[in-house]
Structures are given as C-alpha cells and as structure tokens.
C-alpha cells in the first residue's frame, strides 16, 4: 500500500532508482544522496588491470588477459564493478525500459574515457526479435548520450544475424564462445574501413560477445577496437567478484 500510494504521489521520475525513496525535486541525478554515494563506493579500483580492468593480483600477471580476454581489442573502459547499484542501475536499462538513468551512467562512462582518440561509436546490437520485444536497445541508448559527451558519432555498423542465449545464463567458457560465434556481420550500408571503434555495451562479463563483435570489425577493416562498458564483472582468481545484498530483486530478471 506504501508504494502504490507513493506511485500516486511522486512519480518514478522523482524517486530514487536504487531505493526508492522519494528524491528532492531540485537533484539532478536518478539516485537519492545516499544511493550516489553507495555508487561512488563501487568504481573500479585504480589497481585493476590497465588494459582490461579486471582484478590483478599485486605482483601477478592479469589472468584475464592471459588468457585471451581480450584479444582483438586494445583496451576496455569503465567506471562501475557490477554490483549493488551500478547493477541495478543497468538491469533497470535492459529490462525495465527505465531512460532516466541512462544520462549519469554516460557521464561516468565519460569520464572513464582515458583517451579519446576515436572515429566512431558503435553499439553491440541485439537481435531482430529481442529488438522487437523489447523495443530499444540499451547499448544504442548508452551510444548515443555517450555521443554528446565526446563529441564522438554513433555509427550502427553491426547487425545479430543470429538470435543468442543471454551470455549470463551460461556458465562455461566454451558454451558463450560457441553462442555468439558468428552472430554478428556488418551491415551492408555501413564502413569501419580505417577506423578507430570504441564499442559500446552495458556490461562486460566474459568479453565474449566483444570480441565476436570486434573479430567483425577488424575482419571489415576496422583500424583498432576498444571497449566502453558500464561496468565490469571484476574477475578474483577466476571467478566473478560479484557480492549482492540479500535483498537483491534477482529472480524478476532472469
């Protein structure tokens, strides 16, 4: 009853994303003062890997680029580990059609730009049905607020020519190389020839679906690919840092 009541009376776009609670009017951001400061405490700690931003050992080589994490790109960039907020900020993006926030994560993405040195920004896209289930691509929508901010174009060069299972349902390395193997191409009106892409997705877990995609790229004529992410699932001695509350909305999302 509490809810609905506070549905009536201040709209989604007035309460906080994270909590819930009711926002002042005046601030600009989708997250109450306390939920902002939660996901502050979630950047990605400075003593991450340089180049792929997963967690490194001190005195230890990075593992996940040892092992071909990222091979075919030149570097991945992001600002949040994906946990608590930064998570559900993103699972609002991809399953609840919510833009409001999309706005603070493309600052933060922003900002996580060390370089800038691109032509062009493309977003990994979705395939045909899930485009038509969903109605928008949360990649494309990241793209294009990231746009305004580096001064960068949007280019919608790649196509899913083949419907995929959601990367997070499995579990073995070789069953998300196999899923996105050969699902993306280019589109026949678009060119990367010379280009340096920065590739645009909510979340980097394995690096799977970004390699395939710049795999497409590079193979198009693609000068070099980078990443930009929302976040990153941090990587401790192979397995996925990713503590969560225990009140954590999971189950309405898988």
């Known amino acids: 009853m509490r809810d609905a009541i506070l549905n009536l009376l201040y709209p989604k776009g007035v309460r906080c994303m994270q909590c819930g609670e009711v926002r002042r009017m005046d601030m600009e951001n989708c997250l109450c003062s306390v939920c902002m400061e939660e996901l502050e405490s979630e950047r990605i700690p400075a003593s991450s890997c340089e180049r792929c931003l997963s967690y490194v050992e001190k005195g230890t080589a990075c593992a996940f680029c040892r092992d071909g994490g990222l091979d075919g790109i030149r570097r991945a960039y992001a600002p949040y580990q994906y946990v608590n907020a930064a998570r559900n900020l993103v699972l609002c993006i991809k399953f609840e059609s919510v833009e409001d926030c999309v706005p603070l994560l493309a600052d933060a993405m922003a900002d996580s730009l060390k370089h800038r040195d691109f032509d062009v920004l493309v977003p990994v ?50 069953d998300r190389e196999r899923n996105v193997k050969d699902a993306f191409r280019m589109r026949a009106d678009a060119s990367v020839l010379g280009k340096r892409v920065l590739l645009v997705d909510d979340v980097r877990t394995s690096g799977n679906t970004a390699r395939a995609c710049a795999e497409e790229l590079l193979k198009n004529g693609a000068a070099e690919v980078s990443l930009c992410t929302v976040c990153v699932v941090w990587k401790y001695q192979g397995k996925k840092f990713d503590k969560q509350p225990e009140n954590r909305k999971k189950d309405r999302y898988m």
């Open 125 to 174: 896209p979705l395939h045909f049905f899930r485009m038509r289930e969903r109605g928008f691509n949360q990649a494309m929508l990241l793209a294009q607020a990231l746009s305004k901010r580096v001064n960068i174009p949007v280019a919608d060069a790649l196509k899913r020519v083949r419907a995929t299972r959601a990367q997070s349902t499995l579990s073995k390395r070789a």
